[in-house]
């Protein structure tokens, strides 16, 4: 796949370098000279140092031939001009925008809802733009998500399936603690399978031999109904969210907030959700403004305008008290130390809106229990789109080194008629679940599991050969 990036700047350049991991043709364009001559030397890709949104400048660098456009400037009028002027010339292009004016979001996102039936049939995109990308929704969206499964660690879901992978750490002295791997259905009775493991800031999928010690981090899939089960294994439990503070009352924090208190008028809020979910919720900012526009917006809530750092003001209000403290303000080092501040202090569980994932494992080290990556979340969403229609959802783990993906099994797909035993590539890849033409729900894939056209997988993938697992699968541009 040929892919044109307009932007060199942090997501610019995390997105070129998965890309570039998967073997792509990328060319990376900015002004910014310094900048550009900095990624030249980093990245194994071409790096242009010109305007993005000059038509000449763009064919200069190939866009006639590209699959994809993404534009990542720091200016949303440059995005969405930049897909605009290429879509009027090459409309066959997949164009991505990101755009941090929520106007342009809604607005947009309206229009297509309101004419659904317009853009429906062969009208040209809106602004010429495939997908827009809002930084703040998409965060919002996998905070929510982790408050819907408890808050209890990063969680991967997918769409009309009771089975999750749960990112848990063992214990010290948990029933997990010092055993091997292989002797995990000796141990339990859940129906799980573990996707990958985490020893010393190192992630590899699962080996029979590998010890669970204390302190080691698995991902693991199992029934949504089994987490808390799972989580006592590792020496841990799942508690109900009755009470949850969400500190930051900017865009995000009020995107959280109108689907926890609001579920009536959001979309993807599940029935698991709403029993976690509870009467009470608190919300605190120190700019009085944005507190007296959250208290108008969410009369049910308790509006807060304090700082979430201040021990008298959260005592006096009982924050401690909190089953969870959700902190998803702009300053995303602040959102760490607050977390694992409120949780010294009490607070029971915690969420931090962090800029990478980096910044993750800090914050899991500093004792935050699920940590939300923004850059990782946007490059997960801009890859989703560009898979082609067969690749639903792509999740990033951890350092990036592996993938999760949802995908469906194509009319080209050599696996067709195959086990998965007679295709499986131990330590390349593991096919998670599989769900057939026609049931409802995924099953946990075994060796003897058979590969049908319209087959809908669930993939754990080394990142350096997802794009060649996924052409076994069918053809990734479909």
Not at 15 to 33: F, G, H, P, R, W
Not at 151 to 157: D, H, L
Not at 427 to 448: P, Q, S
Request: hydrophobic share 40%.
């Amino acid at each position: 796949m040929k892919v044109v990036i307009v932007g060199a700047g942090f997501t610019g350049i995390q997105l070129a370098k998965v890309l570039v991991n998967e073997k792509n043709d990328v060319t990376l364009i900015d002004n910014n000279e310094e900048i550009t001559r900095h990624i030249a030397d980093q990245l194994d890709c071409s790096v242009v140092t010109q305007d993005g949104n000059n038509l000449e400048n763009l064919e200069n660098a190939g866009i006639a031939k590209a699959d994809a456009l993404v534009c990542l400037t720091n200016s949303d009028e440059v995005n969405m001009i930049t897909c605009s002027l290429v879509d009027a010339f090459y409309p066959d292009i997949l164009k991505i925008a990101r755009v941090r004016n929520y106007a342009y979001y809604v607005n947009t996102t309206t229009a297509k809802k309101t004419h659904a039936n317009t853009f429906s049939g062969s009208h040209r995109p809106l602004y010429g733009i495939d997908y827009m990308i809002h930084p703040d929704v998409e965060a919002a969206d996998a905070i929510v998500e982790a408050v819907e499964n408890g808050a209890v660690s990063n969680i991967v879901s997918f769409d009309n399936s009771e089975m999750q992978i749960s990112r848990v750490t063992v214990g010290k002295g948990s029933l997990l603690d010092g055993h091997k791997l292989m002797d995990l259905r000796s141990l339990t009775d859940i129906q799980m399978l573990v996707c990958y493991v985490e020893i010393d800031g190192k992630t590899s999928l699962p080996s029979g031999p590998t010890v669970m010690n204390a302190g080691c981090t698995l991902g693991i899939l199992c029934a949504k109904e089994d987490v808390s089960k799972l989580l006592e294994l590792c020496g841990s439990e799942q508690k109900n969210l009755r009470k949850i503070a969400i500190v930051g009352a900017g865009r995000i924090g009020t995107l959280i907030a109108s689907k926890i208190i609001e579920p009536k008028k959001s979309f993807g809020i599940s029935l698991m959700a709403k029993r976690h979910l509870s009467q009470k919720v608190a919300i605190i900012d120190t700019d009085s403004n944005l507190a007296k526009l959250a208290s108008e917006r969410f009369p049910e809530a308790s509006v807060l305008c304090g700082d979430a750092t201040d021990e008298a003001f959260l005592r006096e209000e009982n924050i401690p008290d909190f089953d969870l403290a959700i902190c998803a303000t702009h300053n995303h080092e602040l959102n760490m130390v607050v977390a694992a501040y409120l949780e010294s202090l009490g607070v029971k569980q915690s969420i931090s809106l962090v800029n990478n994932s980096a910044f993750a494992d800090i914050a899991t080290k500093l004792g935050v229990d699920v940590s939300i990556a923004l850059r990782d979340v946007i490059v997960d969403s801009i890859m989703s789109h560009m898979r082609g229609n067969a690749v639903k959802e792509i999740h990033t783990l951890t350092n990036g080194e592996y993938e999760i993906i949802e995908c469906e099994v194509t009319g080209k797909s050599e696996a067709l008629g195959k086990m998965l035993k007679e295709i499986a590539e131990p330590g390349k890849f593991l096919v998670l679940l599989d769900r057939h033409v026609g049931n409802e729900e995924y099953d946990i894939a075994t060796g003897n599991t058979v590969f049908q056209s319209g087959d809908h997988l669930v993939l754990i993938v080394d990142t350096e050969e997802s794009r060649r697992i996924l052409e076994l699968f069918g053809n990734v541009n479909e």
